[in-house]
């Protein structure tokens, strides 16, 4: 079965500071890997996708993701928090016909 | 151009109750999936119809179906309400057939049962 798995369903940083948020998979083949985020009542926006193209991806608003075979983990950065950056990351995974969402990491920015 | 949008914004319905969420895709979009988040989780997938035919499935009881119109717009339908259907639906459209293809979510359906 295919999974995702978001380490820390909470994550707090200081404005400024790096933001790291982890995820992990689990899939029998090469996935198709993504990054979304989700503000407060609204719908879920793609912030970036890895396609085996290339295992640093870059996304919007200055995020990007490292796929890492060996440890099977696609963790999202960003060098400097920002206040904007202040919501729900999820973590989602697609292989055939099926597609899984992690948990979720609600990311807190402290001024 | 328009996003996807969903109706209706919030919906309340009680235990045994039928109930249809509408969708319509970005304009272009030929793909449209539905999804059910329940409050604190990640959504969950449940259908994906491309070309009004359904391409994949999620674990789902047969409570649960859809289908999509010759305009792309789609529909879900959630038979014998129970409690735990209490959540968001969100729907989603993208141009192409598959699911790794970039998804574009609308803001959802807040569906409440009492």
């Known amino acids: 079965a295919q999974s995702v798995t978001q380490l820390g369903s909470h994550v707090s940083v200081s404005e400024g500071a790096l933001v790291l948020l982890r995820c992990n998979y689990s899939?029998?083949?090469?996935?198709?890997l993504f990054w979304y985020v989700q503000y407060p009542n609204q719908g879920l926006q793609l912030l970036l996708k890895?396609?085996?193209?290339?295992?640093l991806v870059k996304g919007i608003n200055g995020f990007e993701a490292e796929f890492k075979k060996s440890e099977t983990s696609f963790h999202l950065t960003k060098p400097s928090a920002h206040m904007s950056d202040a919501a729900e990351y999820f973590c989602a995974v697609n292989t055939g016909n099926q597609f899984y969402f992690g948990t979720g990491t609600s990311l807190t920015v402290i001024p | 151009d328009a996003g996807v949008t969903q109706s209706p914004t919030h919906l309340i319905k009680t235990r045994g109750q039928q109930v249809t969420l509408r969708c319509s895709p970005i304009?272009?979009?030929?793909?449209v999936s539905w999804y059910q988040q329940v409050l604190g989780q990640g959504p969950q997938f449940i259908f994906q119809y491309y070309e009004k035919e359904e391409r994949g499935r999620g674990n789902f009881p047969d409570r649960f179906s859809a289908r999509q119109f010759p305009n792309y717009s789609s529909e879900l339908n959630v038979n014998a309400l129970l409690l735990g259907d209490s959540a968001l639906y969100l729907c989603a459209s993208s141009s192409r057939q598959g699911l790794n293809q970039p998804q574009h979510f609308g803001d959802g359906t807040r569906l409440s049962i009492l």
């Open positions: 899939s029998s083949v090469p996935p198709y």
């Open positions: 890895y396609t085996s193209a290339a295992t």
């Open positions: 304009s272009g979009h030929k793909s």
